[in-house]
């Protein structure tokens, strides 16, 4: 594991919850896509499964008073940021109780109480939102910083390279985390860049950029805890490239006509969570009997958050066009 | 609003009483700031915000790249955020690289969350043609935009308008596009001594009649009052509507004017095909049919994109005398 420059305490307390926030992701979608295959969630459903160790760095740096910004990837970040399980599930089987009112689903997670600012399903079209909500924290005195997820395919459009001039000529506190799992859906990384190198692109706007193993955890978590100290001081924006890999498929529509088995096998012997297992195992006293608590606990929060869905509500139809605008005065 | 009445009884212009309008917003709250592609240094590319860089500072007075999705986008981002930003785009024709964020984020964040999140941003553009600026310059597109739910879409054409339709828009928790045709920031006027707060859900009407009605907004107003007067002449007594607010339209006004004069026709410098001047034939359709004594006319742009020249371009619009010939068509002369 790397520990250059780290600021993450690796105390077994803290390591064990490293573990059992990618845990709680992976099993959350895990069960997310067997409920797919029955039917209950529906539309697009994109896993995490692989990426666990990026989100769950990366929200180690953050508080309270932060916000986020993400793509349609991103159950993992809004369960992570403390959106409760109930309602990310009641949301993804499109339920009155769901996050979003049921009216997102899995693409389009929002929760004003965590500062959850969604789900985007418009590659890139997050970034702009980032850079304005980091314009607020600035003109309004907050000192929130906006952690802005995105997957490697946005780099590709011009509201990354926008965003990021932007942000950088009025030096507003947005982190910017690049997901790289190396395939913009199904077309790679070489094939669609004249630069793979990321994280290099940012000097073109003068935004100080890291790139890092995005499969290992605690080296997300130290690289954006020094990327946040450096944005809270005032020091603009900040990138991180985080190469990681999706093994599972794009959207659950999706045969990956486009990758060799061989190359998801080999990658999954990076996996973030067997990975730090191992090395917990070995230098944490980790063991079976700790695992096994976090996956009980796991599995009784996906358990009840299943059963919290499939006794929510659909929304009445005559609320159908309720909510396309506001009543009254602006707050 | 304890200034709303300052200038009133004025000599103005349209530009000037717009100036107005964003000063006076600057002053009454301070999570208001304009934002746009030269607002600042260059006064604004129709000097709508001349001078304002020097009162209100760069903080409030933002210059922008001309990265028109980043900046629309961060404008929503940072009303998200708590903020009232008043956005800019140069003109409509621009506004196309910003589309993604208009309707992708903006028109759909307050559904698509369940009602947790407002956008209140009002994003003000030029539209329209008539200075000989070709087809890149010269859209109406603020049709298009009301084809959009979640959006409110407002046209001021009159000075008054100019003046208070803002306060009304900032006001809205809603994002609010305000088209300001470039025909009319030269229009002088005067702003009546009891000018003050407008609604920005009515439409109006601008003249009564009983004849015919002729329903328009923003650059095709004045033409079509011109048209009304020339109507008269001949014996015509035109009732001209000025629709205001694109969306939502305000049926109720044009379906009781369309019942008493039993006519109509419909001026919009937007194309036809798919119009806004289409949605408002279907409503009159639907809601007046058994009243109508004739077809409902519409009076467009040709289709074709804007011609440079000078008498090809004033070919292509509405003009008052095509006004004209198609109101005296609705009633067989």
Not at chain 1, 257 to 270: N, P, S
Not at chain 2, 73 to 80: H, R, T, Y
Not at chain 2, 99 to 116: K, V
Not at chain 2, 283 to 311: N, T
């Amino acid at each position: 594991m790397t520990e250059h420059g780290l600021k993450p305490h690796l105390t077994r307390e803290h390591v064990l919850e490293l573990l059992r926030q990618m845990l709680r992701v992976r099993r959350f979608e895990e069960k997310c896509a067997e409920l797919y295959q029955r039917e209950k969630i529906r539309g697009f459903l994109h896993l995490y499964i692989g990426e666990e160790a990026i989100a769950v760095g990366v929200m180690q740096a953050l508080e309270i008073r932060d916000a986020i910004v993400a793509t349609y990837r991103e159950h993992g970040h809004a369960l992570l940021r403390g959106v409760s399980a109930d309602a990310i599930m009641a949301e993804m089987y499109g339920k009155l109780e769901g996050c979003s009112r049921g009216r997102g689903g899995s693409m389009h997670l929002f929760d004003a109480a965590t500062r959850f600012y969604g789900g985007n399903a418009i590659v890139a079209g997050g970034l702009p939102l980032a850079v304005g909500l980091a314009l607020a924290e600035k003109m309004m005195g907050r000192d929130g910083v906006v952690a802005c997820f995105f997957g490697d395919g946005a780099v590709a459009e011009g509201e990354f390279h926008e965003s990021l001039n932007l942000a950088e000529l009025w030096k507003l506190p947005v982190l910017f985390i690049c997901e790289n799992n190396l395939y913009a859906m199904g077309t790679r990384l070489d094939r669609s860049e004249a630069q793979t190198d990321i994280h290099v692109k940012a000097a073109g706007y003068n935004v100080p950029a890291e790139v890092v193993d995005g499969m290992d955890v605690v080296a997300v978590e130290a690289a954006a805890r020094r990327s946040v100290a450096a944005i809270r001081a005032g020091g603009g924006p900040a990138l991180l490239e985080c190469r990681t890999y999706r093994f599972r498929a794009h959207s659950m529509f999706d045969p990956q006509l486009y990758r060799e088995k061989a190359e998801v096998e080999g990658w999954k012997t990076h996996d973030p969570i067997d990975r730090f297992m191992d090395w917990l195992r070995q230098t944490h006293n980790v063991h079976d009997a700790d695992i096994a608590a976090i996956e009980q606990a796991t599995a009784a929060e996906i358990e009840q958050a299943v059963a919290f869905a499939e006794a929510g509500q659909w929304e009445p139809e005559d609320m159908l066009t309720t909510e396309v605008y506001a009543e009254g005065a602006a707050p | 609003m304890s200034d709303v009445a300052q200038g009133a009884g004025l000599a103005t212009t349209y530009r000037d009483a717009m100036r107005e309008a964003i000063r006076e917003a600057l002053i009454a709250d301070p999570r208001v700031f304009l934002m746009g592609e030269d607002v600042g240094a260059y006064g604004g590319c129709y000097a709508v915000s001349k001078g304002l860089l020097d009162e209100f500072g760069p903080e409030r007075i933002r210059d922008t790249p001309l990265s028109e999705s980043a900046f629309v986008g961060a404008g929503i981002g940072a009303a998200l955020g708590g903020m009232h930003p008043i956005v800019e785009i140069m003109t409509v024709n621009f506004s196309l690289l910003a589309l993604d964020q208009i309707i992708n984020n903006a028109a759909t964040i307050r559904h698509m969350s369940g009602g947790q999140f407002n956008v209140p941003i009002v994003i003000r553009m030029a539209t329209g043609a008539g200075r000989q600026l070709a087809a890149q310059h010269s859209h109406s597109l603020e049709g298009w935009y009301a084809h959009i739910p979640g959006l409110k879409i407002v046209t001021p054409a009159t000075i008054e308008d100019a003046r208070f339709m803002l306060a009304a828009a900032l006001a809205d928790p809603n994002p609010v596009l305000i088209f300001e045709h470039v025909m009319l920031y030269n229009m002088k006027g005067t702003l009546a001594p009891d000018a003050g707060p407008v609604d920005i859900s009515k439409a109006k009407i601008r003249r009564p009649g009983k004849d015919v009605t002729l329903i328009t907004y923003g650059g095709t107003l004045f033409k079509t009052l011109d048209a009304a007067e020339t109507l008269a002449k001949d014996g015509v007594d035109a009732e001209v509507i000025d629709l205001r607010v694109l969306r939502p339209l305000d049926t109720e006004t044009i379906l009781a004017s369309v019942r008493k004069t039993r006519r109509a026709v419909i001026v919009d410098e937007g194309w036809r095909s798919g119009s806004l001047s289409a949605e408002i034939s279907a409503r009159i359709m639907e809601g007046a049919f058994w009243d109508l004594d004739a077809p409902v006319g519409r009076v467009c742009s040709a289709e074709v994109p804007i011609p440079y020249p000078h008498h090809l371009e004033e070919a292509a619009l509405p003009q008052p005398a095509t006004i004209v010939a198609a109101a005296k068509a609705t009633l067989g002369s």
